[in-house]
């Protein structure tokens, strides 16, 4: 008995000993540590640079053991292809996709309006709007016919059963995409298509804490309250192809792309431009799948280059050159045909450019054409700068051989025969000369 007393003591003083040493337990160990919440932002038009850049943050969050991606959003709209493969990413992510529509001022338009709809939650700051998503044709314009018919009906099956599956209004959804209709953020919150607004990214991470999401067999609880957030940033490819999507950009790199072409032409074995050329046209053409190109005004900036290069084979006193201008210019008004003026080239860039390449383009074209006229070797015009001797000479007058023939000449009044000359003018039948060796002495 007082053996199993001193051992009971002994234990004791131990457990005492340790909690001593190991202190108060921190705050929060019991239960399991919050987990950071990462945070992109996409701003401008969707494009493949902003479906990349969703998808690589995706799997960076799920790498680094997020529990969710906020996705915070301002996009005029964009690529139909694009957008689709963002909202496949976000209703297909082993993790919970916030989408934010912020800051004030901040819209989700066109394709914006899916990318918001896929988002297991969908927040929207005070002072944004949502809608006009009625799909338009590659060029801008209203798709007509049976294709428009087409068109509309599988956009509206696509959002119909985004809103089914995130249960949300599934009749505005539609009403978006068929009549293009829009309503600001407090009009959203009221007919459920986003689930609540939001001032900042503080007051969302405030309004997200607790929240359970539901999506098939995943259940997930989100706990912002004292989580880290962490924002990506673009990487380089992201940019560079975010970068691409600018119509300003597309036209710049085509135009420099068709003048340094058009110079490795004219002027075989540069190189340079060529290559320089080269690589901007395919750049250029890159751009060109993710923009509204009007094919026809493409068209016309290549036929003016094409009338460029045709001037220099064919004489047309300039009419080709003029026919190339007026090409360019036409085709470059026209290049990129929409009502979206974020989608256009602006006249401030356009106009410069414009005028820059049309100016090399008539310059190289006339070194080119001077350069391939040939020299006059008949006719008085073809003795001027001809060499010969003098056979007799006095008081400035005498006769000289030149091209094979004696001609009266006159000059110098102290040349003397057998002195070499060089003609200068022709006056008639008469030659006005001077003697070389004084030239080559100036020279």
């Known amino acids: 008995m007082r053996t199993r007393r001193v051992i009971l003591l002994i234990l004791a003083f131990g457990w005492a000993l340790t909690a001593l040493i190991a202190g108060p337990a921190p705050p929060g160990r019991a239960a399991e540590d919050v987990r950071p919440i990462h945070l992109i932002r996409i701003e401008g038009p969707i494009s493949p640079g902003s479906a990349g850049f969703l998808t690589g943050s995706l799997d960076k969050a799920i790498e680094a053991g997020a529990q969710a991606l906020i996705v915070e959003l301002d996009t005029p709209g964009g690529l139909a292809d694009s957008m689709r493969t963002m909202v496949k990413a976000i209703m297909n992510a082993p993790l919970p996709v916030i989408v934010y529509v912020a800051p004030t001022g901040a819209q989700a338009a066109s394709a914006g309006v899916m990318v918001t709809m896929a988002a297991d939650v969908a927040v929207m700051a005070p002072g944004t709007n949502i809608g006009a998503a009625h799909p338009v044709a590659t060029g801008g314009q209203e798709i007509e016919g049976t294709m428009a018919e087409k068109v509309v009906n599988d956009m509206v099956a696509f959002i119909q059963g985004i809103a089914r599956q995130r249960g949300r209004n599934m009749d505005w959804a539609k009403k978006a995409v068929e009549k293009s209709v829009s309503i600001n953020s407090t009009e959203a919150v009221l ?102 190109v009007n094919y026809a005004g493409l068209l016309l900036i ?110 110098e009044p102290d040349l003397s025969p057998g002195e070499e000359i060089e003609v200068l003018e022709v006056r008639g039948m008469r030659l006005r000369v001077r003697r070389l060796a004084r030239l080559e002495d100036a020279r």
């Open 191 to 292: 007919i459920d298509v986003v689930d609540f607004l939001a001032e900042n990214r503080q007051d969302l991470l405030k309004k997200l804490d607790g929240r359970r999401i539901e999506r098939g067999s995943l259940s997930f609880t989100l706990r912002t309250d004292g989580a880290a957030l962490v924002v990506v940033e673009e990487g380089l490819r992201d940019r560079v192809l975010k970068t691409l999507a600018n119509p300003n950009l597309a036209y710049i790199l085509m135009m420099l792309g068709l003048a340094g072409l058009y110079f490795e032409l004219s002027h075989p074995g540069a190189v340079l431009p060529g290559v320089v050329g080269g690589i901007s046209l395919i750049l250029a053409f890159y751009s060109f799948q993710t923009l509204p």
């Open 302 to 411: 290549l036929l003016g280059l094409i009338l460029f290069i045709l001037e220099i084979k064919i004489t047309s006193y300039g009419m080709l050159s003029v026919g190339g201008l007026i090409s360019l210019t036409l085709g470059s008004l026209m290049l990129f045909d929409t009502p979206e003026q974020y989608m256009m080239v602006s006249l401030a860039i356009l106009i410069p450019v414009l005028g820059t390449v049309a100016l090399f383009f008539i310059v190289v074209t006339w070194l080119v054409v001077r350069s391939q006229v040939p020299a006059s070797i008949s006719g008085p015009s073809g003795l001027i700068g001809l060499r010969g001797p003098v056979k007799e000479w006095r008081d400035g007058r005498g006769k000289v051989l030149v091209h094979g023939e004696w001609w009266s000449a006159e000059g």
